[in-house]
Nanobody, 124 residues
Framework: QVHPVESGGGSVPAGGSLTLSCAAS????????IGWFRQSPGKERERVAS???????ELAESVEGRFKVFTDNDKTTGYLRMNNLNPEDTARYYC??????????????????WGQGTQVTVSS
């Protein structure tokens, strides 16, 4: 199993932007799903974005229009571009991967490899 490693978190004022990165030990290639999740104290873990190697992607309604999910040209790293952040976005963000994805939309992804997370704090 290859565990993703997240980076790019930090503190930002409301309205600011951050870009989170999700790197795997090996190249992110072939067939895969990358999912971004977030969790804050007292709240249920929420999936905020997913992208597949077949170019399917999905954003949660709560972040649609503000966040973008993509991979780099070499597909070595996944990214979550977070724009117009608000305090409700404060959470620890996790990247997860499904290396056995074959077909279908993001609903077919089964995330088995999880990173340690990176904290995002948005001040008012």
């Amino acid at each position: 199993q290859v565990h993703p490693v997240e980076s790019g978190g930090g503190s930002v004022p409301a309205g600011g932007s951050l870009t989170l990165s999700c790197a795997a030990s090996g190249e992110i290639s072939g067939r895969y799903c990358i999912g971004w999740f977030r969790q804050s104290p007292g709240k249920e873990r929420e999936r905020v974005a997913s992208i597949t190697s077949t170019a399917f992607f999905e954003l949660a309604e709560s972040v649609e229009g503000r966040f973008k999910v993509f991979t780099d040209n070499d597909k070595t790293t996944g990214y979550l571009r977070m724009n117009n952040l608000n305090p409700e976005d404060t959470a620890r963000y996790y990247c997860a991967a499904d290396w056995n994805y074959r077909e279908g939309g993001v609903g077919a992804c089964r995330y088995t490899d999880w990173g340690q997370g990176t904290q995002v704090t948005v001040s008012s």
